[in-house]
């Protein structure tokens, strides 16, 4: 059963930041964040995970609040290939449970 | 970074045949991968979970008898679907941890597009 709740969707002007939420209000204390995006007909692209504190990679940046029950992807200059349907999962015992993702429109 | 790859990208079968997939890890040994399905405009839906050396743990709802799974080396897992239907038709995707004591990326191949006819 997927455990976490994203719009689904959102647009996005061509360089601007992207904001993407997520609620997971029931995660235990052992599973991670995870988010994952799909581009049409491709597997899952991995973009960046955490457990409680803020992380930031070359991809994007998590952003997790102190309970652990939200947390926001941010894709800081969106392009136009990062059109794709963005996937907030929990992880655990190695298990992804996906829910049902938010298409992102970035457009020019 | 670490690959899993499927095979093959896509396959058309008749009704009634048997189809088998393939997921390989090409650089690094995997001891558990997953296998999901994913109809159109749908999320990623688990499937199973494929053990090297013992047998597949599914998905409660999942018919094992329909889509049997096979890690037989610690780099291969396959899963076929048996006497496949027009329903049976989806989007194929395996996984695999790198690394499955630690809670780091897992990689996912390109998916199988199965079409049923």
């Known amino acids: 059963d997927a455990k976490t709740t994203q719009p689904p969707s959102m647009d996005c002007a061509e360089g601007r930041a992207a904001n993407l939420p997520c609620n997971h209000s029931?995660?235990?204390?052992?599973?991670?964040v995870y988010w994952y995006r799909q581009i049409h007909s491709q597997g899952p692209q991995y973009i960046i995970h955490?457990?409680?504190n803020n992380e930031t990679n070359e991809m994007a940046s998590l952003i997790i609040t102190e309970d652990r029950k939200s947390s926001t992807l941010i894709l800081p200059h969106a392009t136009l290939r990062d059109t794709a349907v963005y996937y907030c999962?929990?992880?655990?015992?190695?298990?992804?449970?996906f829910g049902s993702g938010t298409k992102l429109n970035v457009k020019p | 970074g670490a690959v899993v790859s499927q095979h093959p990208s896509w396959v058309i079968c008749k009704s009634g045949t048997s189809v088998k997939i393939e997921c390989r890890s090409l650089?690094?040994?995997?001891?558990?991968m997953f296998w999901y399905r994913q109809f159109p405009k749908q999320s990623l839906m688990l499937m199973a979970t494929?053990?090297?050396?013992?047998?597949?743990?599914?998905e409660q709802g999942v018919e094992k008898d329909k889509f049997l799974i096979n890690h037989a080396s610690l780099t291969l897992s396959t899963l076929t679907v048996t006497s496949a239907h027009p329903e049976d038709s989806s989007f194929y995707i395996c996984?695999?941890?790198?690394?499955?004591?630690?809670?780091?990326?897992?990689?996912f191949g390109q998916g199988t597009r199965l079409t049923v006819v």
């Open positions: 494929s053990n090297e050396g013992s047998k597949a743990t599914y």
């Open positions: 996984s695999a941890p790198k690394d499955p004591r630690s809670y780091t990326e897992a990689f």
């Open positions: 029931t995660i235990s204390g052992n599973e991670y």
């Open positions: 650089d690094f040994q995997a001891t558990t």
């Open positions: 999962t929990l992880y655990n015992f190695n298990k992804f449970y």
């Open positions: 955490g457990l409680k």
